[in-house]
């Protein structure tokens, strides 16, 4: 079944500067990611028959053509379920139609065969993160769960460290033949990439529980002591995913997090 990646320019701090949006299928077709309303995409939505509409979270480089492309093509609008009053508030109008884990979605060829994009829950990124299965078996539209290269920011509040490393050896269960990231190239080895960022997340966990032990208590001081690279720039992306990190580790008992102070716990 025909999958077209389109990267669209955004002014958010997205990877590359670029979100992609996907046209999956062609008659009907499923537009997802719409970031903005460009000439390539125009082009893309034009030649194909787009009845359904759906972002795989309402972060702002997502979901910024979303209503613009359903009005355009008149298709359906979907949102979670459990995030409505979120969607309204991102993509500024209420959803056509209400999405959930399993949800299955009708795309076709052009020539009368048929497939379905099933809906995939992936939480992590952000708490109404969802991914799209091509097909039986095939690629996974995987959103912000995944890139080619370097790491996905997973930032608390909103962000459940727990969570994202739960989806990510989900999709490596899976095995899909490709994931097709929100940012970035196509990802042509997907067991290779997950692990990767399982790795790294690991990593950064032990860099974390290690401030900790070493008499770390806040935010800056833990933050300080995990990280030895230069974070000008992307200080507070880091600072939220330490607290992400401080988070998980309290829930699994390794350490103590009441908020503001951590220390080491004594059952660890």
Not at 26 to 42: E, F, I, M, N, Y
Not at 227 to 256: I, S
Request: glycine share 10%.
């Amino acid at each position: 079944m025909d999958s077209r990646r389109c990267p669209v320019a955004v002014e958010t701090a997205a990877p590359g500067g670029t979100t992609n949006a996907y046209l999956l299928g062609t008659d009907p077709a499923v537009l997802v990611d719409p970031a903005a309303r460009t000439d390539d995409l125009d082009e893309l939505v034009g030649a194909r028959n787009v009845e359904h509409v759906v972002v795989t979270h309402t972060h702002p480089d997502h979901v910024g053509a979303a209503a613009a492309y359903a009005d355009r093509t008149d298709a359906a609008l979907w949102a979670h379920r459990a995030h409505v009053d979120r969607f309204r508030r991102s993509v500024g109008r209420d959803p056509d139609r209400l999405l959930w884990p399993r949800t299955t979605i009708s795309i076709g060829d052009g020539s009368g065969a048929t497939d379905v994009v099933t809906v995939l829950d992936a939480p992590g990124h952000s708490s109404d993160h969802v991914a799209l299965v091509v097909g039986d078996g095939g690629p996974i539209v995987c959103g912000d769960c995944a890139m080619a290269e370097g790491s996905v920011v997973v930032g608390a509040p909103d962000g459940d460290m727990r969570a994202y490393m739960t989806t990510l050896r989900r999709f490596r269960a899976t095995d899909p033949p490709e994931l097709l990231p929100g940012h970035g190239p196509v990802i042509q080895q997907p067991r290779a990439t997950l692990e990767r960022l399982l790795e790294h997340r690991n990593r950064r966990e032990r860099s974390v529980l290690a401030a900790v032990d070493s008499g770390a208590e806040t935010l800056p001081g833990i933050l300080e002591t995990a990280y030895d690279k230069d974070l000008t720039g992307v200080r507070g992306m880091a600072r939220a995913t330490v607290r992400a990190h401080l988070e998980k580790l309290a829930v699994e008992g390794r350490l103590e997090w009441d908020g503001e102070r951590a220390r080491a716990s004594n059952s660890a």
